[in-house]
Structure formats: structure tokens, C-alpha cells
């Protein structure tokens, strides 16, 4: 009798693994991306590290192709998210209420304007809990947003058969 195992069942579903290749370009990508913010933040003296920046290092640099890890959706997704939480929390405060609404409303905001990244759907969050200031739209919103992409310009048209992005507008 031949029973399948309904705890395996799901791993069929599951999409293949990335080829090592991919991996390790992808991990590549992220370090110099994250050490690319990170030095900036440095030299600058100025906050520049956003926590949503690591998840669109994944997107970015694992799967670059996606409409999510274009260059509009990568910078217009953490601007539109961080200006929905900064007009939250101006207008109401932190609150529990307050965040659940400024993240809905960030990720219908990206959807209207076209510009969905999921790592950005964090950042009203990230807004409310530092208290940060209108200043946080320039940055690290901005300027990070800006170096994450200018990272994955450089890095992922390197060697033959890489293009990125796949679209501007």
C-alpha cells in the first residue's frame, strides 16, 4: 500500500531551490549593497540603515527580475510606506490603531501608485516605533532606497546574460 505522508505532501509544492550559481551571487550582491549603506552611513555621519533594506537586498540581488525589485518599486515603495507612516504618526501617534491603518494604507498607497515592494510594508512600523522625524523620508528612506539600487545597477549587469532592471517606468 503505498500512503503518502501529508507532512511531505507540501514540499512538493514547494519551488526548487536556486541554483548555487544564483546563491551565491545573490549573497555577494547583499553584502556589498549592505556594506555600500553601511559605509555611507559611516562617512556621512547620518542614520542611513533602515531594517526593510536587508529584505530588498533578497529581492534585489536573489530575484532580480521580479517586479518588486525594480528600481521604482524598490525607491518609490520605501518613500510612499515611509511618508504614509510619517503622516500617521503626525496626525495621530503611535498607536496600535494608528500602525495597523498606516500599513494598510502604505501598502494600498503602493499599489495605486504602482510601486509595490513588500520589504517597504514595513516601514510604517519602523516610522512609528523610532518616533522618527520628516527627516527619515530623506533618510535613510531616500538616500538608502538610492544606494540600493545604484549597488544593483553596478552589480547585477555584470557578466554576460544579467540585465537589470527590467523596466524603469
Known amino acids: 500500500m503505498n500512503v503518502k505522508n501529508p507532512l511531505f505532501a507540501a514540499t512538493e509544492l514547494c519551488p526548487p531551490r536556486l541554483p548555487w550559481k544564483n546563491i551565491a551571487l545573490a549573497w555577494l550582491g547583499a553584502c556589498l549593497a549592505a556594506a555600500a549603506v553601511a559605509f555611507a552611513q559611516d562617512r556621512l555621519a547620518v542614520a542611513l540603515i533602515l531594517g526593510s533594506f536587508g529584505a530588498s537586498c533578497l529581492l534585489v540581488f536573489a530575484y532580480p527580475q521580479s517586479p518588486f525589485a525594480q528600481p521604482r518599486n524598490v525607491v ?90 527590467t523596466y524603469w517606468w
Not at 123 to 134: C, T
Not at 147 to 153: G, H, S
Open 76 to 165: 518609490g515603495g520605501h518613500f510612499a510606506a515611509s511618508l504614509t507612516g510619517l503622516v500617521f504618526l503626525a496626525v495621530f501617534g503611535a498607536h496600535w490603531w494608528s500602525m495597523a491603518l498606516a500599513v494598510g494604507t502604505a501598502v494600498a498607497l503602493m499599489l495605486v501608485l504602482r510601486v509595490p515592494h513588500p520589504p517597504a510594508g514595513s516601514n510604517p512600523f519602523i516610522v512609528m516605533l523610532a518616533g522618527a522625524s520628516w527627516d527619515f523620508l530623506l533618510m535613510p528612506t531616500l538616500l538608502g532606497s538610492l544606494i540600493l539600487v545604484a549597488v544593483a545597477l553596478l552589480y547585477n549587469n555584470c557578466g554576460t546574460g544579467r540585465r537589470y532592471p
